[in-house]
């Protein structure tokens, strides 16, 4: 049978993974990217899912961690950026981490050659005609202004928006090893079984504290237009955390817990100061949780006063963007559909969600529900007790019974359903699970109970074209 195309809007992590799984149900898509026709603030190429922030996708420990179980949900649900990810993943101890060029480019050459998918190029600047009667808006926390202000006109809601910032990356010839080292943090193996995937940079007490002077006083970005517009607390800039006390980096991202330098073994660091590959040839190298609004001339004499980092060359300086997302819980049915026009469909980090893989993964249920509905079918939310639906569930409703305002959220397993009926007893000694060993075992409980939960919910969506 042949059906009306869907129009998705938006060539992001989102929209690439809604395009890729509407067509794999057997329904033809329209992708629409405004890039490089028009340029945003964070982007540097044209091609689909490119990554602007962090190289990371952060735990891949589907067992303890709520954004693991997220990625293999979503590689059950055959997700190309999941796949993709793991063809081009570079060493982050437990992280996944990707090449993000290599990345980009594998997932705008799967869907420039998939049968069903077309793209064009150029901005959609207006709420689509009535003739397009199945769309996904998937543009992301870099919406163009004018379809901005359209959506805020047609919703009657005030647009929410929050700062996003991003870290430098640094090449890895520049770095000195003599006073650097590599190391995982407590020595944990990531998915290739690689112990020393970050690059170590120690600060002892007077380093650090004098970092902290010359990062108070380094002049940064002003933003009065944006004035009022609150940071996401999950990509705070260096000098904001700084601001909060001068302990704050070290219980962050300059924690000195888990390593030992092996330039002096018998000397404790007072801060360290962490670097994670960010291609696949291992040139390039981010600046972990260093994301920045110092101006750029500023951020080499900041930055270059890391021990390790002295002579750094910088392939990418920090920088810092507004984000922009809609107030999903009283806009947004369960399946995505704007209450006010259903044609509309909103999915990615313009719902609420935060983070690269909850982008993607609201981009693979928007995809679903369109392609679902669009064979005549009614698809139902995965269940809350899924990655996937504790993330839907909060953004669409269950935020609001907790009360307060609504602000972007990362998955966690503080979104799902509580679970009593876990084996609550060590089987190996026959005692009951104690302080962190029993939160791990509800954390596996609960992840065992969303991956079975997740098959279920897949069976039901199986196309001829879903194995391609």
């Not at 190289?55 to 420990?61: A, L, P, Q, T, V």
């Not at 870290?167 to 112990?195: C, F, H, N, V």
């Not at 993330?391 to 679970?419: D, R, S, W, Y």
Request: hydrophobic share 35%.
């Amino acid at each position: 049978m042949t059906y009306s195309p869907i129009h998705i809007i938006g060539g992001g992590m989102a929209g690439s993974e809604a395009a890729w799984q509407a067509a794999n149900l057997g329904v033809p898509v329209i992708l629409h990217e405004m890039r490089p026709t028009r340029a945003t603030d964070a982007h540097h190429t044209g091609d689909l899912a490119e990554l602007v922030c962090s190289n990371s996708f952060r735990s891949d420990d589907h067992e303890n961690n709520a954004v693991g179980l997220l990625h293999e949900e979503m590689r059950r649900g055959n997700g190309i950026i999941m796949r993709e990810a793991a063809n081009h993943q570079v060493p982050a101890g437990s992280a996944l981490a990707v090449d993000r060029d290599a990345f980009s480019q594998a997932v705008t050459q799967a869907l420039q050659t998939h049968p069903l998918i077309t793209i064009e190029r150029g901005e959609i600047d207006h709420i689509p005609p009535p003739e397009w009667d199945s769309v996904i808006i998937a543009t992301g926390p870099l919406t163009s202004p004018a379809l901005a202000e359209k959506i805020k006109d047609l919703t009657g809601e005030e647009e929410l928006s929050f700062f996003d910032a991003i870290a430098p990356i640094i090449y890895l010839e520049s770095i000195d090893m003599s006073r650097a080292w590599r190391q995982s943090r407590y020595d944990k193996p990531g998915p290739g079984g690689d112990t020393a995937a970050y690059i170590n940079c120690p600060m002892d007490e007077a380093q650090y504290l004098n970092f902290l002077q010359t990062l108070e006083e380094a002049p940064k970005t002003e933003f009065k237009d944006w004035e009022g517009t609150p940071y996401f607390e999950g990509c705070l800039p260096i000098e904001v955390m700084a601001s909060r006390g001068p302990e704050t980096l070290r219980y962050g991202p300059m924690k000195p817990v888990g390593l030992t330098n092996p330039h002096q073994p018998d000397v404790k660091a007072h801060a360290i100061v962490q670097l994670r590959q960010d291609n696949k040839l291992g040139t390039l190298w981010n600046m972990v949780g260093f994301q920045t609004k110092l101006k750029h001339g500023a951020q080499k004499d900041v930055f270059r006063q890391i021990p390790g980092l002295e002579n750094a060359e910088f392939a990418r300086l920090g920088g810092i963007h507004r984000n922009t997302f809609i107030n999903s819980p009283r806009l947004l049915d369960e399946s995505l559909r704007l209450k006010k026009k259903p044609s509309l469909r909103f999915a990615g980090q313009i719902t609420g969600v935060e983070g690269y893989v909850e982008s993607a993964a609201m981009g693979m249920l928007a995809g679903r529900f369109a392609a679902m509905e669009r064979m005549g079918r009614q698809l139902p939310p995965p269940p809350p007790t899924t990655a996937l639906g504790a993330l839907v569930m909060h953004i669409t409703g269950g935020h609001l019974e907790a009360g307060g305002t609504f602000q972007p959220m990362n998955v966690n397993f503080g979104l799902f359903p509580e679970i009593t009926d876990y084996e609550k007893v060590n089987p190996e000694t026959g005692k009951r699970w104690r302080g962190k060993d029993k939160g791990r075992a509800r954390k596996r409980a609960m992840s065992a109970r969303a991956l079975d939960d997740i098959g279920v919910w897949l069976s039901d969506q199986v196309s001829p074209e879903s194995q391609m």
